[in-house]
Structure formats: structure tokens, C-alpha cells
């Protein structure tokens, strides 16, 4: 019996490897911040988008508690830095890769996929612009659950996850600023398709549901965490008063205008 789990062991941790170490196609054109990038933007898309969540106020690295059975850390940003290019930080955010073509793991990169040239080069500003002189965290220690999970496809790379996309309902220029916000502040919970999830252990309901909402009432729970009848709600209420919060009142309208339309479309067809 020992035999037995020490090769289940084996072709566990192989497997797992093999997934964690698949090269990716890497873009050819080399990244670099362009002019219109600002530091102050970073770090508006640092806070709503979540870096300081995962990463800490100061991006230096935290321990990631929700990984089962695993000692995982985010990575220390400001460490990054003092060697990676502009290139290299454009990669891991936007396609999910590292520098030596493998994909990140427990990083929602696939949520930053569409953000523009710009967002992305202020991103890089702002960490760049954060000195700091705390050592770069240890590397990721995946247990037996997480390997399991990927070798046999229960949970992907953030580069597979990007690789399944699917773009929300698009519904013209008019809304296309809402729809933005949408693609790279809500899917990480709510898919890229803000469908929603259905399964265990993230459960959230399809962004549709924003049509029931009255403006006031959107707004009101994006700032306060505080849903409509006062409630509080696992996960979006933190999320709300931590991230979207910062959000200024022309970006939580244009997030709830498309919403808004987006539900009332899927409810007519």
C-alpha cells in the first residue's frame, strides 16, 4: 500500500509540474510604459482592481491564507522590479506568463487582459515608483489538493483561464467605458463573462441581476458594502468598501449603466 501511494504521490506532483511548466507563446513586440502612463492612475487601478488586496498596501508580498494546503505568497512587487523589465511586469499582468513562458497560478491575470496599453504601463509606473528595500518573498509551496486539482482540470493556470475567455455581452460605444470596468474590476469573481459562478467553493450570481438594482441603490452598495434592505453580503460587501469604493462617481455610472443594460438585454432575449 505504501508503494502505491508513494507512485499516486508521484504521478500527482509530474503531472502538476508538467502543467505548472508549459511553455506559452510569447509575444514578439517588446512592452514599454507609454508617455500618457501616470503614476496616480496605477495607483487608482492598484486599489479597484485589487494589487493591494493580494499584494499588500505597499505591494511588498502577503501570504495567501486561501490556498489550501499550500504555503503561497504573493509576490513582492517592488522586488520585481529592480529586475524586470517593462516587458516582463506587461506579460505577467495582461497574458499570464511568466518569463520563462510558463503561466502564474494563483494571479487573476485573465481579469486584466483587456486593460489598454495605458492602464497597464500606470500599473507598472506606480510599482515602480514604490521604493522599497523588503527581499523578494519565497516561492510557491502547491500541496497535494491544489496539484490534484490542476493535473486533473479541476482549476487551471491564469494562462488556460485567459485562453477560455468569453467577452461579455458587447452593446456599443455608448457603453463600452462600463463594460471596461466590468471586464477587469468584476470578473475575477464573476467570470469574464460576468455570468457568474455556480460552483463550489465560489459561488456569485450572473451581473445580470444589476437590472433589479435602482441607481441609488447600486451606488450606494458599491461605496458602502451595505446591499439594498441594509444587507451585508459574503465577499462583494468587503470587496465594495476595500475596492470599488475608490471608484469616482463617473466610473460606478458608467459601470452600472452598462450593467443595467447589459441584464435588461439578456432578460428580453
Keep these: ?27 514578439e513586440a517588446a512592452f514599454h510604459v507609454p508617455k500618457n502612463a501616470t503614476v496616480a492612475e496605477g495607483a487608482h487601478l492598484a486599489t479597484t482592481l485589487g494589487c493591494i488586496d493580494c499584494h499588500g498596501a505597499r505591494l511588498e508580498g502577503l501570504y495567501m491564507d486561501f490556498v489550501p494546503n499550500s504555503t503561497v505568497y504573493s509576490r513582492n512587487l517592488p522586488a520585481l522590479a529592480r529586475t524586470y523589465t517593462d516587458a516582463d511586469f506587461e506579460r505577467v499582468i495582461r497574458r499570464a506568463l511568466k518569463p520563462d513562458a510558463s503561466s502564474v497560478v494563483v494571479m487573476p491575470s485573465n481579469q486584466y487582459a483587456s486593460l489598454t496599453d495605458r492602464e497597464t504601463g500606470s500599473l507598472i509606473a506606480y510599482i515602480r515608483s514604490i521604493k522599497s528595500d523588503a527581499p523578494q518573498v519565497p516561492d510557491p509551496k502547491y500541496g497535494l489538493m491544489v496539484r490534484t486539482g490542476l493535473m486533473l482540470g479541476m482549476f487551471s493556470t491564469e494562462a488556460t483561464a485567459r485562453a477560455n475567455n468569453k467577452p461579455p455581452l458587447d452593446l456599443g460605444p455608448g457603453l463600452a467605458t ?13 467570470t469574464s463573462s460576468l455570468a457568474g459562478h455556480n460552483g463550489d467553493p465560489l459561488q456569485t450570481p450572473d451581473l445580470a441581476i444589476v437590472a433589479s438594482y435602482d441607481r441609488s441603490d447600486f451606488i450606494r452598495f458599491m461605496r458602502t458594502g451595505k446591499a439594498p434592505g441594509n444587507r451585508e453580503l459574503e465577499l462583494m460587501s468587503a470587496s465594495a468598501r476595500a475596492r470599488f469604493s475608490h ?7 458608467a459601470l452600472y449603466d452598462y450593467l443595467a443594460a447589459r441584464g435588461q438585454k439578456l432578460a428580453a432575449q
Design 1 to 27: 500500500m505504501g508503494g502505491l501511494a508513494l507512485l499516486g504521490l508521484s504521478v500527482v506532483y509530474i503531472g502538476s509540474e508538467m502543467v505548472m511548466a508549459k511553455a506559452w507563446p510569447m509575444p
Design 178 to 190: 462600463g463594460r471596461h470596468i466590468a471586464m477587469t474590476a468584476c470578473a475575477e469573481c464573476h
Design 247 to 253: 471608484f469616482t462617481d463617473a466610473e460606478l455610472n
